[in-house]
């Protein structure tokens, strides 16, 4: 059984569609593809795939993650490329590796998010970022299953600056950027938590809802402060291939290493 990992994005509309939309236009794409997909055992069986930490109804994202597993060994490019053809613009199939390791979902330990706040002047959201940020904790509440939940919104982030709109942006409102890197913990984070934290300490309230997208998933590194590929130790545990005889190359054997 081959195992393929994906990333895969959330644009435009398509940032509202709900993770079981998202399925279903999934299945769908692979059944086109003709994937020769495993199946589960049992009366219902379905296909076997494994989605990890997918981004709330509502936000964007450019790195969404998920794994397949497949009966028949398939080249991941090529697998990428038909599964992209049969997906709605908007929730594209951007990159493909075969899972050569263990434990993809133990790697998205944080994400980088990027909130956009029209109607908000960059100096008020550098005076609310310093406020958060400064703050030991900062309690927030949402409501959950069993009713509202308090919880430390301060302890997760691990970065947060407020940063000038895009040179290219039309018009006279203001607009202020927010880029914040949010480790993975229970209970989650998310952005819209932070806003909740940002109102509270600095009574920072955007005219207009956020538009949220996250930009990257993966492990959080201490010493930089920054997010990793989570695909990279796939790649870098595939076996070389020799180009020095391009021949023997293209009837090596799938899989194997060079010599």
């Not at 409501?143 to 006279?172: E, I």
């Amino acid at each position: 059984m081959q195992r393929i990992r994906l990333r895969y994005t959330k644009r435009g509309r398509l940032r509202f569609t709900s993770h079981r939309d998202f399925q279903r236009a999934f299945e769908r794409a692979l059944r086109r593809s003709e994937v020769p997909m495993a199946y589960s055992a049992g009366f219902t069986p379905h296909p076997k795939v494994s989605y990890a930490n997918a981004a709330p109804t509502g936000t964007g994202s450019e790195a969404e993650f998920l794994e397949i597993a497949l009966t028949e060994a398939r080249d991941p490019g090529t697998l990428r490329e038909l599964l992209d053809a049969s997906m709605p613009e908007g929730l594209d199939v951007i990159d493909a590796v075969e899972a050569r390791t263990s434990g993809l979902a133990d790697r998205l330990t944080a994400s980088v998010w990027e909130m956009r706040l029209d109607g908000v002047a960059v100096q008020d959201a550098r005076k609310a970022v310093s406020a958060f940020l400064e703050a030991e904790t900062v309690e927030v509440q949402r409501r959950a299953k069993n009713g509202m939940r308090t919880f430390d919104a301060r302890a997760a982030v691990a970065d947060l600056q407020a940063l000038d709109p895009q040179p290219d942006r039309s018009g006279d409102t203001p607009c202020a950027i927010l880029r914040l890197v949010v480790r993975h913990v229970t209970p989650a984070v998310r952005p819209d938590d932070v806003l909740s934290g940002l109102r509270a300490v600095a009574d920072l309230t955007p005219p207009v809802p956020a538009a949220v997208t996250r930009l990257a998933q993966g492990l959080f590194d201490e010493e930089s402060g920054t997010v990793t590929d989570p695909l990279a130790p796939d790649r870098e545990a595939a076996p070389a291939v020799s180009t020095a005889d391009p021949a023997a190359a293209a009837t090596a054997p799938e899989g194997a290493g060079s010599a």
